[in-house]
């Protein structure tokens, strides 16, 4: 689809009488619609983007009209705060992603990052701005596929309309503010704005934007209306109707490539070997942690792995010599409710590290396709549908220049029975040890086949897993801070 | 009690055999404490404060050694994000307080806004200057009485001492540059420093301070290691002693003043009036927004009330007019499994408006001493400590300028009941009505005595309860818009 805003008039009207008719009509139907889709747990996410006094404001006061007002927030998107631009573009968009049965508004949206003043706000790196058009689309793709439903509105005014509008601000003292020369630029190249539009437009319209004449700001807000009540009555009935209900039934791919069968798990390490080894590349680590600091780079580190195969004792080692304000463990457990009322990675986007800082995941966003795929927590299109989603949100990430570590600690299953018994008998580890550790144990085959098709699946160049032998602890923990720092020390250097 | 940091001894040490010795026991210790603190779900939050150059950062990375890093968190509290900063400054630090079984590190923290440099920083008003101990010790105080244990921890060192720590700092092209003019300074005028901390640690000692002597390291290190082992083992001794599960049995106040018996709710309004009042005040409180945005005044507004009283309406027509980018509903249901983690006005900290905005809560912390008191949700000595809490963050919030509504939206029981019979029968306005209304209702009385009690003991100067009239829902529309724009309108002119 191309879409050129040269070819489509902006200016229709409509008469006053009509418009306050069918704006009363519209309101009331739209209100019955708002507790329909909160019954339904229905999340909608609307975008108001457009040329500059294109009238967004306006346009969203006169949305929420009829709305009740506990039901949506709006969210001012144009800047976005430093402590949000100093981590890759979407956390900060993803943060405020609505929960089900609510509605979030965004005044201005990631989609602006695209033009000229956005790159350089922004201050985009190559990479991200290569990717830009991609991972915007992965981001409404995933949100939408988990049941979002996203409508998008582009307020299309002509030059000059807009030079009339920012005319009339500037004639008054108590508007004058308003206009800012960012905005006389755009009216000023209004023919190479229309360029700009253009682009964002039709590189972002998988998820498809709906193009509103805004010359008349009443026939701009009929059009409004009848949009999302077209949309959310579509919603309502994909939502609503039995077939939607039918998982499709696909038989499990038998991954030929037993990746967890081949992996050498006799790997050992002296004592000796171990204390020189550890104190040398702990201390070289927390020097890198420094230098990754001054260079703003941030790290994630993954810790996935079988029950006590040893992550904990893992992770300790590798933070131990290191500035604790420089980096963050994230222990990750069964979703609080609120989570469970957003897209599954809602809750991971707020914990990515800010520029210069590590992050280290003890489990993390691959519970998606181990444990909720294994127990069903998780339909299987939804675990299906993950691989891609990770690995677009991981791409976001590297983009970004976030450096990105996948560890999966391996165990062979007589040593997790012994480990098991031994924190039976163990004062100090009984904690460690619950009933879902021997119900998870059970079912080590599925665990099994769900590993190997992660690994398969999400093995990506730019975010590539690492298989961390771990029936001798501390050749896995050696082995770990060898990967680390040898590969931070190539990327910082 | 009135601490004099110059008769102190900075300067005590320890050999290094002997510290190895008691250190490799004390983490041992340490570390199993841990386990214990996770299982009874005790908070721990830990401040550390001192001079500049004192060794805060060594100091956390010694106790972090032996602790688990999935179990605590630490935060670098010097600086502010700017997104907090136009909020009353308790509220950055409140958000990052330790959820049960947690443990918070600060690394500076609040206290330091008493000193000269903070002040400027955070741009106090008059009264948060007046209010600013007071307003410190109530908070460590609402977190102490709800289960955290707090360790306060103030780092000495002599000049002499800081000089030598600046001077080789300063040697070394790689730390150079983590002295700044400010800690110059402070040596500079070290007694007047000495005085400002002096100050600042005496009026804020209600929770009381560890000096720790820090001229080496290495006994600083060992001293906090044994302060913060005392003051677990007597949390936990505290926690599991069975007088603590007693809950005193007092006998519920009656309280004389019949506030809600006095009310006369026959006020009505005429059509004609309502209409033409609403569109005048809807659109006069739309001007205040504006005014309110461009002098960075903020307001809260809070509205209680009965069930079925119209508060949902209410809201409504007091925002229909308004920006929807200058203002937020935030509508309050049973606490998250988060938030029932963490003491019960923390989900309201984040949720204050910034500076220039409008935050309407539909229900609010006063569900401490109304539902969760009435239900049992609270224990008695929980809500009887909430007025005292409530005023004190309310106070807090005024004296960052915030203006602060109460509306107590007020029924009488034979209108509850014709507004329940007729949701029952209007299809519209069955959703409204649930099981829990009817359960509420039947503790009439009970809500009836919780209210006046309420009223009687939160209604402050900064914070006034007004009671709206709400037989007739137009008539209490237009009291609301009344006394909001009034109030307003004194209060930015």
Redesign the interface.
Known sequence: VILLLEKLDTNRTIETKEYNAAMKRLQRELA?LQ?KVK?LEIPILIVFEGWSAAGK?TA??RL??SL????F??Y?MGKV???CSNRPFLCAYAANAPSKGRMA?Y?KSWHRISLPEGQKAWKLKPAEKKGFYHDVNAFEKQLADDGTLIIKFFLHISKDEQKRRFDELEKNE?TKWRIVERDKIQNKNYGKYTKYFDRMLTQTNECPWHIVAADDSKFAALMIYETLIAEINAAITSTTSPDKQIEMARPTETTQNSILKNVDLDKTISNEEYNKKLQFLQSKLSNLC?KMYAKRTSVVIVYEGWDAAGK?GN??RL??EL???G???V?ISAP???ELRHQYLWRFWNKLPKDGHLT?F?RSWYGRVLVERVEGFATESEWRRAYQEINDMELHLANHGVVIFKFWVHIDKSEQLARFESRKVNE?KQ?KLTDDDWRNRDKWGDYEAAVNEMINKTNTAHAPWVIIESNNKKYARIKTLEIVTEQLERMLS
Do not use: F
């Open positions: 019955a507790l019954e404001g969203i006061s929420v009209y009740d007002p506990r039901d927030n709006v001012t705060a430093p402590s508004i005044d108590a420094y904990g992770i300790k933070t131990q500035d604790p304000r980096y963050e463990v222990p609080t409710d609120e280290i003890d100090w904690h």
